[in-house]
């Protein structure tokens, strides 16, 4: 269906391009639809930078009545993200511990809670933070190859998935898968990722921006107002608890990458990062 | 087994029928099962005089010590029930939609806090409050029929399921589904909707009534008292939800219906629905 | 890996065992992984002495900081455990009930509320509180005979699952299956436990501990802090409601047990039980 604000038949002229660093983002104002696309190679970092960009872009397209929904994607082969950049959490001062960890709570408000329907094209590995993007989305189609892994494996790092990652995980794949690969840090090959629910379902590769689209237009076919409604209804606990305790996990955050185990573990797991480059 | 009040043998006289308008209700003290079977054609919707009708004879039933289980299901070939009745909330006086919604409100704590067995036998399509019905008991058999479907499809229509339709359907399905099911809309075809959960099991239409009884048994083998005080347990947090907020849940329809928009978008479903006939 | 305290290459030394009467614990200290076995005949029922010491054994083996991980299993033929002891709820003092309730609490927090890895290895039947047992695990593996069967099958007896018991079945197979289950008192066969979730997965039972002892390896070679964190943040809410509710609890099921119906029931099974010898 077309846009509210754009005549059929321009398809060039409906495209807007913002020019960002770390993201690409395309409005086709005929369909209403935004292409996302992660450009921040090697691996799509969540670095302080890329979240502020995410969140900008985000809050952008919200306030723009042209669009009505985002896929979000990578222009990078093989990874979707890596998750959480961890040189930012490393060596750096706890005033940046702290601006670094709300802007990780900020992209998540934003994009779990955005009005906007949100569909994850997940074309690459997407562990910790990456994973957690695609969970925060209404709907995640995976390449199907089983090269690409999915999953909330943060405990392998000897860290902890905050309680809102938790929250979002539980609400897609239950208590139970939830319980077990959080402990166990599990990173899921897509064809397992499905079977468990993490993932809504496979296609090959070639086919993901096309299925991507088809998903879109079937929940643009519904009248925004009562989705969108709908939508917070069902997100709107967990949304809540992290507002309710922002500045608590701040802390928390601050307190447990600060200690001296913490950074010796991630600064070796830097080190094996170069090497296997 | 035969139920506490009535010897074996006398299948005639132990068959006591309601004469209702709506609604036909024959209990079987012998077995302890009442029949509730929705005859108001051409849908079955759910309108104020069906509701108030549904929840006397449920009353009726639970003060029946002869009374254990309920099986419900339709007189109407095809549908099970449509839900609502449009024409209750068209057009109407803020009375009149008070008064429709505490009748929907009081139905669905009457059966879904029923200290009876309710079994669910869906012998045709399903919508909306119709689906409400079905998931509000504690076993659901539809006919396998792939032109049967069923779901809370209100988001179809640009209203909203209020929180207790949503708090009913992810007791029933998971926070997952629900999220999905309810943002589209979905009536889910029956094979669908078994894999999806939203029925237990599906059989043969011409087997469905066999299969309802039998169910029931399983669930009258059990004694009463631990199984009672089980289902409260199960859904107490539930219903005690919708008590809580009872006059405010009134109030947000009534200024929801009242709306300008939505009497027309519920006018011009109503004028569709005549073309079709 | 080797634990911390015992180099390799003293298999022998490092084995220590515990003198129990109703529970065989044998650490390997150079694994981290404890042993234990219920060995009451004839069903391993959860006494006040089986729990009392099962508690204690936890105890002992929590503060142990050789130890990381506990596997549980049964020394009697197809039995698992066959749950709570119905002599102590039979004719005995209100002071004897409180007590007996008290420990069964207390082995629950342990259990279910244990920084160490527990893994289930169910070689046999397992009703009730044996369910209970292996439901707070982290991880359940069943031998896979259909003869064996488990399930929380209260209200077969008359009698209610506490909240509690509710709670951790809820976490583990969700609101529906656990609805249905705890209002049947189901005691499901070996591949249907599978197939609801309640167990993770089955096995011939000539391999059971041999996959336990590799599932165990699997967990513990995450770092414990992180992996207890982690399931500290999956089970606290449902450890603080019982904690918060305790003595409440605890008169809740004097007041039943103590009910004249409730005792008559219970000797009608203990009767047919010692009859089925």
Redesign the interface.
């Known amino acids: 269906p077309p846009g509210p604000l754009q005549p059929h038949g321009l398809p060039l002229a409906s495209c807007r391009s913002f020019s960002n660093n770390k993201i690409q983002v395309e409005l086709d104002e005929s369909s209403g639809v935004a292409m996302m696309k992660f450009k921040s190679p090697p691996v799509n970092s969540l670095s302080l930078e890329f979240l502020t960009e995410f969140s900008i872009s985000l809050e952008k397209l919200e306030n723009n009545r042209a669009c009505r929904g985002v896929i979000i994607t990578s222009a990078v082969p093989k990874i979707f993200s890596s998750g959480l950049d961890i040189t930012e959490m490393c060596g750096k001062s706890v005033e940046h511990y702290g601006e670094f960890w709300r802007a990780v709570q900020e992209m998540w408000l934003r994009l779990y809670g955005s009005s906007m329907v949100t569909v994850a094209a997940v074309n690459g590995s997407s562990p910790a933070g990456g994973c957690l993007v695609a969970l925060s989305c209404?709907?995640r189609i995976m390449a199907e190859s089983p090269k690409f892994s999915i999953g909330l494996n943060?405990?392998?790092?000897?860290?902890?998935?905050p309680?809102w990652f938790?929250d979002t995980f539980?609400?897609?794949?239950?208590?139970?898968i939830?319980?077990?690969s959080?402990?166990?840090?599990s990173l899921h090959p897509a064809p397992e990722a499905l079977k468990l629910?993490i993932v809504?379902e496979l296609v090959p590769e070639e086919k993901l921006m096309e299925r991507a689209a088809a998903v879109m237009a079937?929940?643009l076919a519904?009248?925004d107002?009562?989705?969108q409604?709908?939508?917070t209804?069902?997100?709107k606990a967990v949304l809540d608890r992290l507002v309710a305790h922002r500045e608590e996990d701040i802390k928390n955050f601050i307190t447990f990458v600060s200690k001296e185990s913490i950074q010796k573990s991630l600064r070796m797991y830097m080190e094996m990062l170069k090497k296997r480059k």
Do not use: C, S
Not at 170 to 176: L, Q, T
């Open positions: 209404d709907y943060e405990a392998q790092l000897g860290i902890v998935a309680f938790k539980v609400n897609v794949v239950g208590h139970r939830a319980e077990r959080l402990q166990l840090g629910g809504d079937q929940w519904l009248p107002h009562a989705r409604l709908t939508k209804m069902m997100r």
